[in-house]
């Protein structure tokens, strides 16, 4: 089970009440924040008291945090960073922290050799790579020795558009993967799976073999036990291996990195969030700034075979989100939903995804598929 809860819609700046982007993942291995823009540690405490009201058992507790994975530098992804780690620090964290996200080889050589320092205007390097932003966060006074807890800075180098699989892995039993964006700074989205697991168990068939507790158990753990002079295997009762479960968030990018291919990706994702900025009237302004149209992410979700398509990072433009569904659909011939702040999305373990559509005091589920 993943579980996508998105507290941050808009693009740029706050507009039409929506905030600017982050997320919470929850998986098998804890939690997780996709980009982490101003206020992420007021909203992530909102949604979780939210929930609680609610009746929902569902929790976005800080405490459960265990990496923030940002997708690129600019400062509507990335400016509730340092409020945050404080405040982990002010609840008295002590579990280590992983805090990552792309760069290049230039920028991290040059920030190692210049800690806290800008890269000159005339450099290849820009001022927005995450290389240099953590290195200047580390400089104001965010350092291991300053708060109660540890932090591994990770700055990953791009090289080409293809997926690859994160150096650092903090989810246990999920598996990472960055894929390269387009988006003028280095950038990237994340397809987040769990692992593939065993068939279902055939506890029926064995029962009806008239086996003792003990047995079935045995079996069902994977051992083997002898019954009527034949020896049966766990494996005999078990159907066929059922495939993990994944989502990619696919940050900010213009149309056209080879990582939304499906057969670059891992697994095609059963739920992919994509920013859709802009309507195909501004066309030219999504090529111009590296931003994506409402089509384009309806293209993106048929290159990958998402199972589900949800849209998010508007412009301040939009008000009305239906034209920006209309064009996805044009597309992409499933399931697309218009993400709000708050809302939620459930990636099951059959690949079942329901949109949980934030009202003023809980959640209207929405089978998409």
Request: with cysteine.
């Amino acid at each position: 089970m993943l579980e996508l809860h998105v507290l941050g819609t808009s693009s740029a700046r706050f507009a039409h009440g929506r905030s600017v982007s982050g997320s919470v993942i929850d998986t098998p291995g804890g939690l997780a924040l996709i980009d982490c823009g101003e206020g992420m540690q007021k909203r992530v405490l909102d949604h979780n008291r939210a929930l609680k009201a609610s009746g929902s058992q569902k929790r976005t507790r800080l405490a459960r945090i265990r990496a923030i994975l940002i997708t690129h530098g600019h400062l509507d992804h990335t400016w509730g960073v340092l409020p945050l780690l404080q405040t982990l620090a002010l609840d008295g964290r002590r579990e280590r922290l992983v805090v990552m996200g792309p760069s290049t080889s230039e920028a991290i050589a040059w920030a190692t050799q210049h800690p806290g320092e800008a890269p000159p205007e005339d450099s290849d390097i820009s001022a927005s790579d995450l290389a240099i932003l953590f290195s200047q966060w580390q400089t104001v006074g965010i350092k291991d020795d300053g708060l109660s807890y540890p932090i591994d800075w990770v700055v990953v180098p791009l090289e080409g558009e293809a997926p690859f699989s994160a150096p650092f892995q903090p989810l246990e039993g999920v598996e990472i993967t960055m894929v390269p964006t387009r988006h003028g700074v280095p950038a990237c989205g994340y397809h987040i799976a769990t692992r593939g697991r065993a068939g279902r168990f055939d506890r029926e068939r064995a029962s009806a073999l008239g086996l003792e507790k003990a047995e079935i158990t045995r079996l069902a753990e994977g051992g083997e036990i002898e019954h009527a002079g034949e020896v049966l295997s766990g494996a005999e009762f078990r159907g066929p291996p059922r495939a993990g479960r994944s989502l990619l968030v696919s940050g900010d990018t213009a149309h056209g990195p080879v990582g939304f291919e499906r057969d670059q990706l891992p697994a095609p994702p059963d739920l992919l969030l994509h920013e859709a900025t802009f309507l195909t009237d501004k066309q030219d302004k999504a090529t111009e700034y590296n931003h994506s149209t409402a089509a384009d992410a309806g293209r993106h979700a048929n290159s990958c075979r998402a199972g589900a398509l949800a849209l998010t990072h508007y412009s301040s433009r939009l008000e009305r989100l239906s034209p920006s569904v209309s064009e996805a659909r044009e597309q992409f011939s499933g399931p697309v939903a218009a993400t709000s702040d708050g809302d939620r999305y459930e990636v099951g373990p059959e690949g079942e995804i329901t949109h949980h559509v934030r009202i003023e005091d809980g959640w209207n589920a929405l089978v998409l598929r």
